[in-house]
């Protein structure tokens, strides 16, 4: 089976930085993605790695290691906004996403 | 109307009826997907059309019958539902072309068996 792990909630200062680890175990590997989830809306894609090493994005950035089945999504300078779950999925085929349960992170002033 | 959309956005049924969930893409893409998300858990991937083709069913009751007519329409059919059935149901599409395979949502409905 698929074992995608986050934790569950996070809690951080307007302006810090927050790291979001994942690790993960599936039958296969092709990607991973974050995805980032408003309470009430759709998930809207951040990043994907599918090499190992950091992709950075403005004031996100992801990094991964595929030989220790790990993630994590670095978010700087945090703002109200970021104030969200934040989803890490495994691409374990063509077509197919496994996804974690996701991370809550709360902005706090 | 842009992106992934889906109708309706809230849905409030009794465990004798029949109803239908749309979702349509506007994105050009070759796939589709229906996913459940319940509180504190994983998605969870239903199923998946490619090409208008079903190439994924992760084991879900026969209660849930999808539908996808043409490459932009996917319907989600649901009859005779139980409580636990309540969730949110995302729709999402992508192009599955070599590099590029990142999944796009829709809004999701939000339905609650009685």
């Known amino acids: 089976g698929q074992n995608i792990d986050q934790p569950t909630e996070m809690t951080a200062t307007e302006g810090a930085i927050v790291q979001i680890n994942c690790t993960y175990q599936?039958?296969?590997?092709?990607?991973l993605f974050w995805y980032q989830q408003h309470a009430g809306e759709a998930p809207t894609f951040l990043s994907y790695?599918?090499?190992?090493g950091l992709e950075e994005k403005g004031r996100f950035s992801s990094f991964l290691s595929r030989s220790k089945g790990y993630s994590y999504l670095l978010l700087k300078e945090l703002q109200m906004k970021d104030s969200a779950s934040y989803l890490c999925?495994?691409?374990?085929?063509?077509?197919?996403?496994?996804f974690g349960a996701g991370t809550t992170v709360t902005v706090r002033a | 109307e842009t992106g992934v959309t889906q109708t309706p956005r809230h849905l409030v049924m009794g465990m004798t009826n029949k109803k239908s969930l749309k979702c349509e893409q506007h994105?050009?893409?070759?796939?589709m997907y229906w996913y459940k998300q319940s509180a504190k858990k994983p998605l969870e991937l239903m199923f998946v059309?490619?090409?208008?083709?079903?190439?994924e069913n992760n084991s879900v009751p026969s209660r849930f019958s999808p539908e996808c007519p043409n490459s932009s329409h996917l319907f989600l059919h649901l009859h005779t539902l139980q409580p636990e059935d309540s969730a949110l149901y995302l729709c999402?599409?992508?192009?599955?072309?070599?590099?590029?395979?990142?999944?796009?949502f829709g809004p999701g409905t939000r339905l609650t068996v009685t």
């Open positions: 599936t039958s296969g590997f092709n990607g």
């Open positions: 059309y490619n090409f208008k083709e079903q190439t």
């Open positions: 999925a495994v691409r374990d085929g063509d077509y197919k996403l496994s």
């Open positions: 999402a599409s992508s192009q599955v072309i070599a590099g590029s395979y990142e999944q796009y």
């Open positions: 790695n599918v090499l190992d």
């Open positions: 994105l050009g893409h070759n796939a």
